[in-house]
């Protein structure tokens, strides 16, 4: 406290206001900082995951429909019926292709990118085994192919199947995972900048408290030494143990109370010589007069 009240009051103003501006500097960087963190986490969510989503959707989708064109192979009656559907199932086929190169640069975590090697190894078994149905087809051995389409193909493709649900569960896990330390997160900042804010309340608080007390009370102590002093009291002693302006101000009038007393009691001092100076001359003139009364009434027995 000593060291506090030494300081000059400038100081004093200054480092309060500079140490609650720091402390707002820093709640305005840990705002500025947790919402670059959220826009980072929305973007991944949007522009990431939802990639992601949308390039399972149509990598099942187009399965799905490889796997209802595999059936309709069987029903065509002509070339051109035939020729439509292998057309359908070749671009259905690049669909897939495409989505599967799609998901291997998005996919980054080790089970999702398991569950995508494996549907990759699935995809190939299941495209051999319908170019296997195809050609049986193609040959005029309908039975082979009705049989191998029975026994291979279709459980491959429920595999196939299978896989893609379980990478689209995986993937819907990681986006709650993303959506929940998102609002972990949040729940963070928000937490850390109100302990921001109230530690800076508080700080601004007892910084506001201590400073004003610091000027006020030797303020208070100039007044109650100079109205003493007006009321013609020159007896207060103050000891001033501060060396700032308010310190200064103080001994200041410790000084001039001091002298006055001082001046006081030579000018009381003065008087009461000069009071017993008179008593003596007026004593001394007595004494003249009567002595002169006396010369007189000499003479005047003399005459």
Not at 178 to 185: F, V, Y
Not at 243 to 250: P, R
Request: proline share 2%; aromatic share 4%.
């Amino acid at each position: 406290m000593n060291f506090f009240s030494n300081l000059r009051i400038g100081t004093r103003l200054a480092g309060g206001f500079g140490l609650v501006l720091f402390l707002l500097l820093c709640l305005v960087t840990v705002a500025t900082q947790a919402l670059v963190d959220s826009e980072e986490a929305s973007d991944r969510l949007i522009d990431l995951e939802w990639a992601k989503a949308e390039t399972l959707a149509d990598l099942d989708a187009a399965a799905r429909a490889n796997a209802l064109a595999t059936t309709e192979l069987f029903f065509a009656r002509t070339p051109e019926q035939t020729a439509q559907i292998r057309s359908r199932m070749a671009t259905n086929r690049q669909a897939v292709t495409d989505a599967l190169a799609t998901l291997d640069k998005l996919v980054e975590q080790p089970a999702p990118r398991a569950l995508l090697a494996r549907l990759k190894e699935e995809r190939a078994g299941y495209v051999a085994s319908f170019t296997a149905v195809a050609q049986a087809l193609e040959a005029g051995q309908r039975d082979a192919a009705t049989l191998r389409l029975h026994d291979e193909t279709l459980p491959r493709i429920a595999a196939m199947q299978k896989t893609v649900d379980q990478l689209e569960q995986a993937e819907h896990q990681l986006v709650a995972s993303l959506r929940t330390s998102l609002h972990d997160g949040q729940a963070r900042q928000r937490q850390l900048l109100l302990a921001g804010g109230g530690l800076a309340l508080v700080v601004g608080a007892a910084l506001a408290w201590a400073i004003t007390r610091s000027i006020t009370r030797p303020l208070q102590q100039a007044v109650q030494l100079a109205q003493a002093v007006a009321e013609g009291d020159l007896r207060s002693q103050l000891a001033v143990q501060r060396h700032d302006e308010a310190g200064i101000l103080l001994r200041a009038l410790v000084a001039m109370n001091r002298n006055l007393a001082a001046i006081v009691g030579e000018v009381r001092s003065g008087s009461e010589s000069i009071a017993t100076g008179s008593s003596q001359i007026a004593s001394g003139n007595a004494d003249l007069s009567q002595r002169t009364e006396e010369q007189a009434s000499n003479l005047q027995q003399t005459a």
